[in-house]
């Protein structure tokens, strides 16, 4: 666990329920890649996957926590994957909490135990061994579609509930009318996170 609760004080979406969320993903990919996962203390809520011994350093003392991840990171940061963060870090930037929690539902890891969980009991034990061949697959495709160079080069502008993912270059382009339509945009139900938009050659917004 340690290596990926080094990434946690670095980015700016660090609340509670991304952390958890980040958490989860990054050893999700772990497991992919078969290096040396951790799911220890993990347990299963209504809103997904939560790792109880961060539960409880992050609520008993938030600025001490806060603290003691920087000097975790700074003192040991070369045992972090930094692709497999950014990429576990892109995904909680890019989606909803609804979105976010769906998303990981779909792990059997969690959906295993949905029925107790969703009944109501609390503090459900997830384990490693429900991790299966649907788990990795999910990983893997998640791989896929959010590849290192792209998470690199991408800046997302939340609006909202929307996430707009552009390239830095692209974002350099963005003026104040662009920023109102994606204002508009933003109002739009049938969008589905994240909305990767791209400048065309009149200036306009092309969303993908």
């Known amino acids: 666990m340690r290596k990926n609760r080094l990434w946690l004080e670095r980015k700016p ?26 799911f220890t203390r993990l347990k299963g809520y209504k809103r997904g996957p939560v790792f109880s011994s961060v539960w409880g350093d992050y609520t008993k003392d938030r600025m001490e926590f806060d603290k003691a991840a920087l000097d975790a990171y700074n003192s040991g940061s070369e045992i972090i994957d930094e692709n497999r963060a950014r990429r576990a870090g892109f995904i909680v930037s890019s989606l909803s909490e609804i979105e976010l929690s769906e998303l990981t539902h779909k792990f059997n890891i969690w959906n295993s135990k949905a029925p107790r969980i969703m009944a109501g009991e609390q503090h459900v034990e997830l384990y490693e061994d429900d991790f299966n061949d649907a788990d990795l697959s999910i990983s893997k495709t998640l791989e896929e579609m959010y590849p290192d160079e792209m998470v690199h080069n991408s800046i997302i502008i939340p609006i ?25 945009l933003a109002l739009q139900n049938d969008l589905h996170n994240p909305v990767f938009v791209e400048i065309d050659e009149t200036g306009g917004l092309c969303v993908d």
Do not use: C, R
Request: no cysteine.
């Open 13 to 38: 979406w660090a609340g509670f329920l991304f952390i958890h969320k980040f958490l989860f993903f990054y050893e999700t990919f772990s497991k992919a890649a078969d290096d040396s996962p951790n």
């Open 160 to 184: 909202d509930e929307k996430y707009f993912v552009f390239s830095k270059n692209t974002a350099k382009q963005l003026t104040e009318q662009h920023m109102d339509t994606l204002s508009s």
